[in-house]
T-cell receptor
Framework: GDSVTQMEGPVTLSEEAFLTINCTYT??????LFWYVQYPGEGLQLLLK?????DKGSNKGFEATYRKETTSFHLEKGSVQVSDSAVYFC??????????FGGGTRLMVKP | DGGITQSPKYLFRKEGQNVTLSCEQN?????MYWYRQDPGQGLRLIYY???????QKGDIAEGYSVSREKKESFPLTVTSAQKNPTAFYLC?????????????FGDGTRLSIL
């Protein structure tokens, strides 16, 4: 079946550092890929998405490119802020299926 | 504003008691979902509904029940058969169950056992 693997956290960075959170997936066909963010005590918010190979999703300074050849969808941001501290989930959605989530990666940004 | 409302935010259950978590959306979405999140873990699908009066079991449906009598409402009942109900429960909806459609989430209900 489909699966999503994320790097284990927590990831601890200083403010203005470069962020990469790795995400790889296993799926048949042509899934859509998503990044969600969860702030403490809240639900998930859609951060960005990509629906086909080589698409780049972007939002709030975050970017991720759908790489079919490496089955990856790594999340990047050039300069993180304290307010970016949260848990980030990579997910995929395949035809006829629901969302499949990775285990989440906690990001902690220190001033 | 359109969105998904889950209530209550915190809920306590006694042993052997059924409890119902509310989820309402005014986004006019056809599909709705319930997930369970345990500490430090990802989300697991409990039930989903692609249309009114229809719903399907997810990966961990045992000990849970749902109904979908109205498009905007998808309540989840945690029954006494669910032996480890303490978790954070998230409701979501999407325009349809299509591949490209993202899911929009409520703020969750945290259920604890007394």
């Amino acid at each position: 079946g489909d699966s999503v693997t994320q790097m284990e956290g927590p990831v601890t960075l200083s403010e203005e550092a470069f962020l990469t959170i790795n995400c790889t997936y296993t799926a048949t066909g042509y899934p859509s890929l998503f990044w969600y963010v969860q702030y403490p005590g809240e639900g998930l918010q859609l951060l960005l998405k990509a629906t086909k190979a080589d698409d780049k999703g972007s939002n709030k300074g975050f970017e991720a490119t759908y790489r079919k050849e490496t089955t990856s969808f790594h999340l990047e941001k050039g300069s993180v802020q304290v307010s970016d501290s949260a848990v980030y989930f990579c997910a995929l959605r395949n035809a006829g299926n629901m969302l499949t989530f990775g285990g989440g990666t906690r990001l902690m940004v220190k001033p | 504003d359109g969105g998904i409302t889950q209530s209550p935010k915190y809920l306590f259950r006694k042993e052997g008691q059924n409890v119902t978590l509310s989820c309402e959306q005014n986004l006019n979405h056809d599909a709705m979902y319930w997930y369970r999140q345990d500490p430090g873990q990802g989300l697991r699908l409990i039930y989903y509904s692609q249309i009114v009066n229809d719903f399907q079991k997810g990966d961990i449906a045992e000990g849970y029940s749902v109904s979908r009598e109205k498009k905007e409402s998808f309540p989840l009942t945690v029954t006494s058969a669910q032996k480890n109900p303490t978790a954070f429960y998230l409701c979501a909806s999407s325009i349809s169950a299509g591949v490209n459609q993202p899911q929009h989430f409520g703020d969750g209900t945290r259920l604890s056992i007394l």
